[in-house]
């Protein structure tokens, strides 16, 4: 496996080369576009890795399955589907324009950030530094260790936030935002900003791809209910306006985020963490998403 990972990761690395690493965020504009890593884990346990895995990057909109997982392990899937649809909206991540469709909850989605934004709402805490301790607490069980916040990441998002701000008081003044929509905004701000490694994104993967237990020991962290409802979700909607196209080539539930990070879930096979920060113009890894279109014609892990 891990010669496999290494020949794939050299062929797919000049990919990277048509990408460029975002900077819409200032301090996202330092990642090293050249950088590109995999990690693999079984869903027996087995380990496997190549390239820049010990590089350790912001989680980005990767954190929008945890942030779902959270507020379903914490109001029922009845409750946040009455808040949150799980219909793709074809959108960038940040899209406002509603203009050929009306603004209600059927059609905000958690894969994007008006959805994130809402869910950063819904879970449980008296304050909103409880919630994203909380979350925070989720994401370390489900990445297998300790992981941090990028404190100057955090500082970006929230100093270069104003299309955030935007969709978050036009939630509010649709009655789709309960609470202080700049605390709302300061927990997803924070969760953004949640330092991750290839290793961590894989093993969260793997959590999704387990049915909801951890690699290894076998326990249990959500329900198996819950894993079908979030990959299916990333199915759909997780690689952003591109997910179709992904669908096609790679053929797996996957989320990516800014940073360059993708976490990809074979469903009882393996979780797949990816590190490319040279993004495409929809906001995905290209790179990155090369690797995981060879990996999966290789060893057969489309679903399809
Ligand atoms: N921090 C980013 C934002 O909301 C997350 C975007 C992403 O990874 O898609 O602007």
Redesign the pocket.
């Known amino acids: 496996m891990e010669e496999l990972l290494e020949r794939l990761l050299e062929e797919c690395r000049p990919a990277a080369g048509q990408g460029k690493v975002?900077d819409?965020?200032p301090e996202l504009s330092k990642g090293d576009p050249e950088a590109l890593g995999i990690y693999v884990i079984g869903s027996e346990g087995k380990r496997s890795w190549a390239g820049d895995c010990r590089q350790v990057f912001t989680i980005?909109?990767?954190v929008k399955p945890i942030l779902l997982l959270q507020a379903l392990m914490d109001n029922g899937a009845e409750f946040v589907m009455s808040r949150v649809g799980v219909e793709a909206t074809g959108k960038p991540?940040?899209a406002i324009n509603f203009s050929d469709q009306s603004l209600d909850s059927g059609n905000i989605n958690p894969m994007?950030?008006m959805g994130?934004i809402v869910m950063c709402s819904l879970i449980h805490g008296r304050s909103y530094d409880e919630r994203f301790q909380r979350l925070l607490e989720l994401t370390r069980r489900l990445a297998g260790g300790e992981i941090g916040v990028d404190q100057a990441v955090y500082r970006s998002?929230k100093s270069h936030?104003s299309?955030?701000r935007a969709l978050a008081y036009l939630l509010k003044s649709n009655g789709l935002l309960d609470g202080d929509v700049e605390e709302v905004l300061d927990c997803?701000?924070r969760a953004?900003?949640i330092q991750v490694d290839c290793r961590a994104l894989a093993h969260i993967g793997a959590v999704l791809s387990n049915r909801g237990r951890l690699p290894v020991s076998n326990e249990r962290i959500f329900p198996a209910a819950m894993s079908r409802y979030v990959n299916a979700i990333l199915m759909t909607c997780g690689m952003?306006d591109g997910s179709g196209e992904f669908a096609l080539r790679v053929g797996v539930p996957a989320k990516?985020?800014?940073?360059g990070g993708i976490m990809a879930v074979v469903p009882t096979r393996m979780g797949i963490g990816i590190f490319g920060p040279a993004l495409d113009r929809k906001?995905n890894s290209v790179a990155g998403i090369r690797l995981l279109e060879r990996l999966s014609a290789e060893l057969h892990l489309s679903i399809f």
């Open positions: 975002a819409y965020i980005q909109s990767v991540f940040d994007v950030n994130a998002e936030g299309k955030n997803y701000f953004c900003s952003y990516s985020g800014v940073g906001g």
